[in-house]
């Protein structure tokens, strides 16, 4: 689980880096793409899963608390390592360059915790397939929509 996990981070990340160029931050353009991604996930998530009527709105209570902090923990792994970055190109010494990893991997970390809470508080309200199928969709997710983005820049040049 633990390798998933990193795995899906690190495919998170790459998404992140690559979608907005590296580390630049064009907010509007990148909330708009997050709400985008967010509604084809839930979209996904609902056709794959065959919710019951009593397990949506469980589902989606339990779903939202967490992807909201995983949301929030994202964009401070992205802000501490905009700082990172930063301080490396100006030079920064050994004993900053270090605080600010430091910081860097607390945020990974909390972010992991935070993915890890969500698989647990989504669980109870699952059945035992749905559950294994929602591991399947979220470790795989990151690795379709690039496959659908890849998809549809191959067909923009094509038109």
Sequence with gaps: MKTTL???FILLSTFNVSAQGWLDDDQ???SKMRQRVEDLRKMKLLDLLDLKDDQVEKFFAVYSKHQKRIMELRDEVQTSAKNLQSMLKKGATDAEL????AEVRKNIKQLEQSVEDRFDAIKPVLSQKQYAIYVVFE???QEELQKLIVDRIKRKHRD
């Design 6 to 8: 990193i795995t899906l």
């Design 28 to 30: 509007p353009d990148r």
């Design 139 to 141: 470790s795989r997710f």
């Design 98 to 101: 270090a605080t600010a990893t």
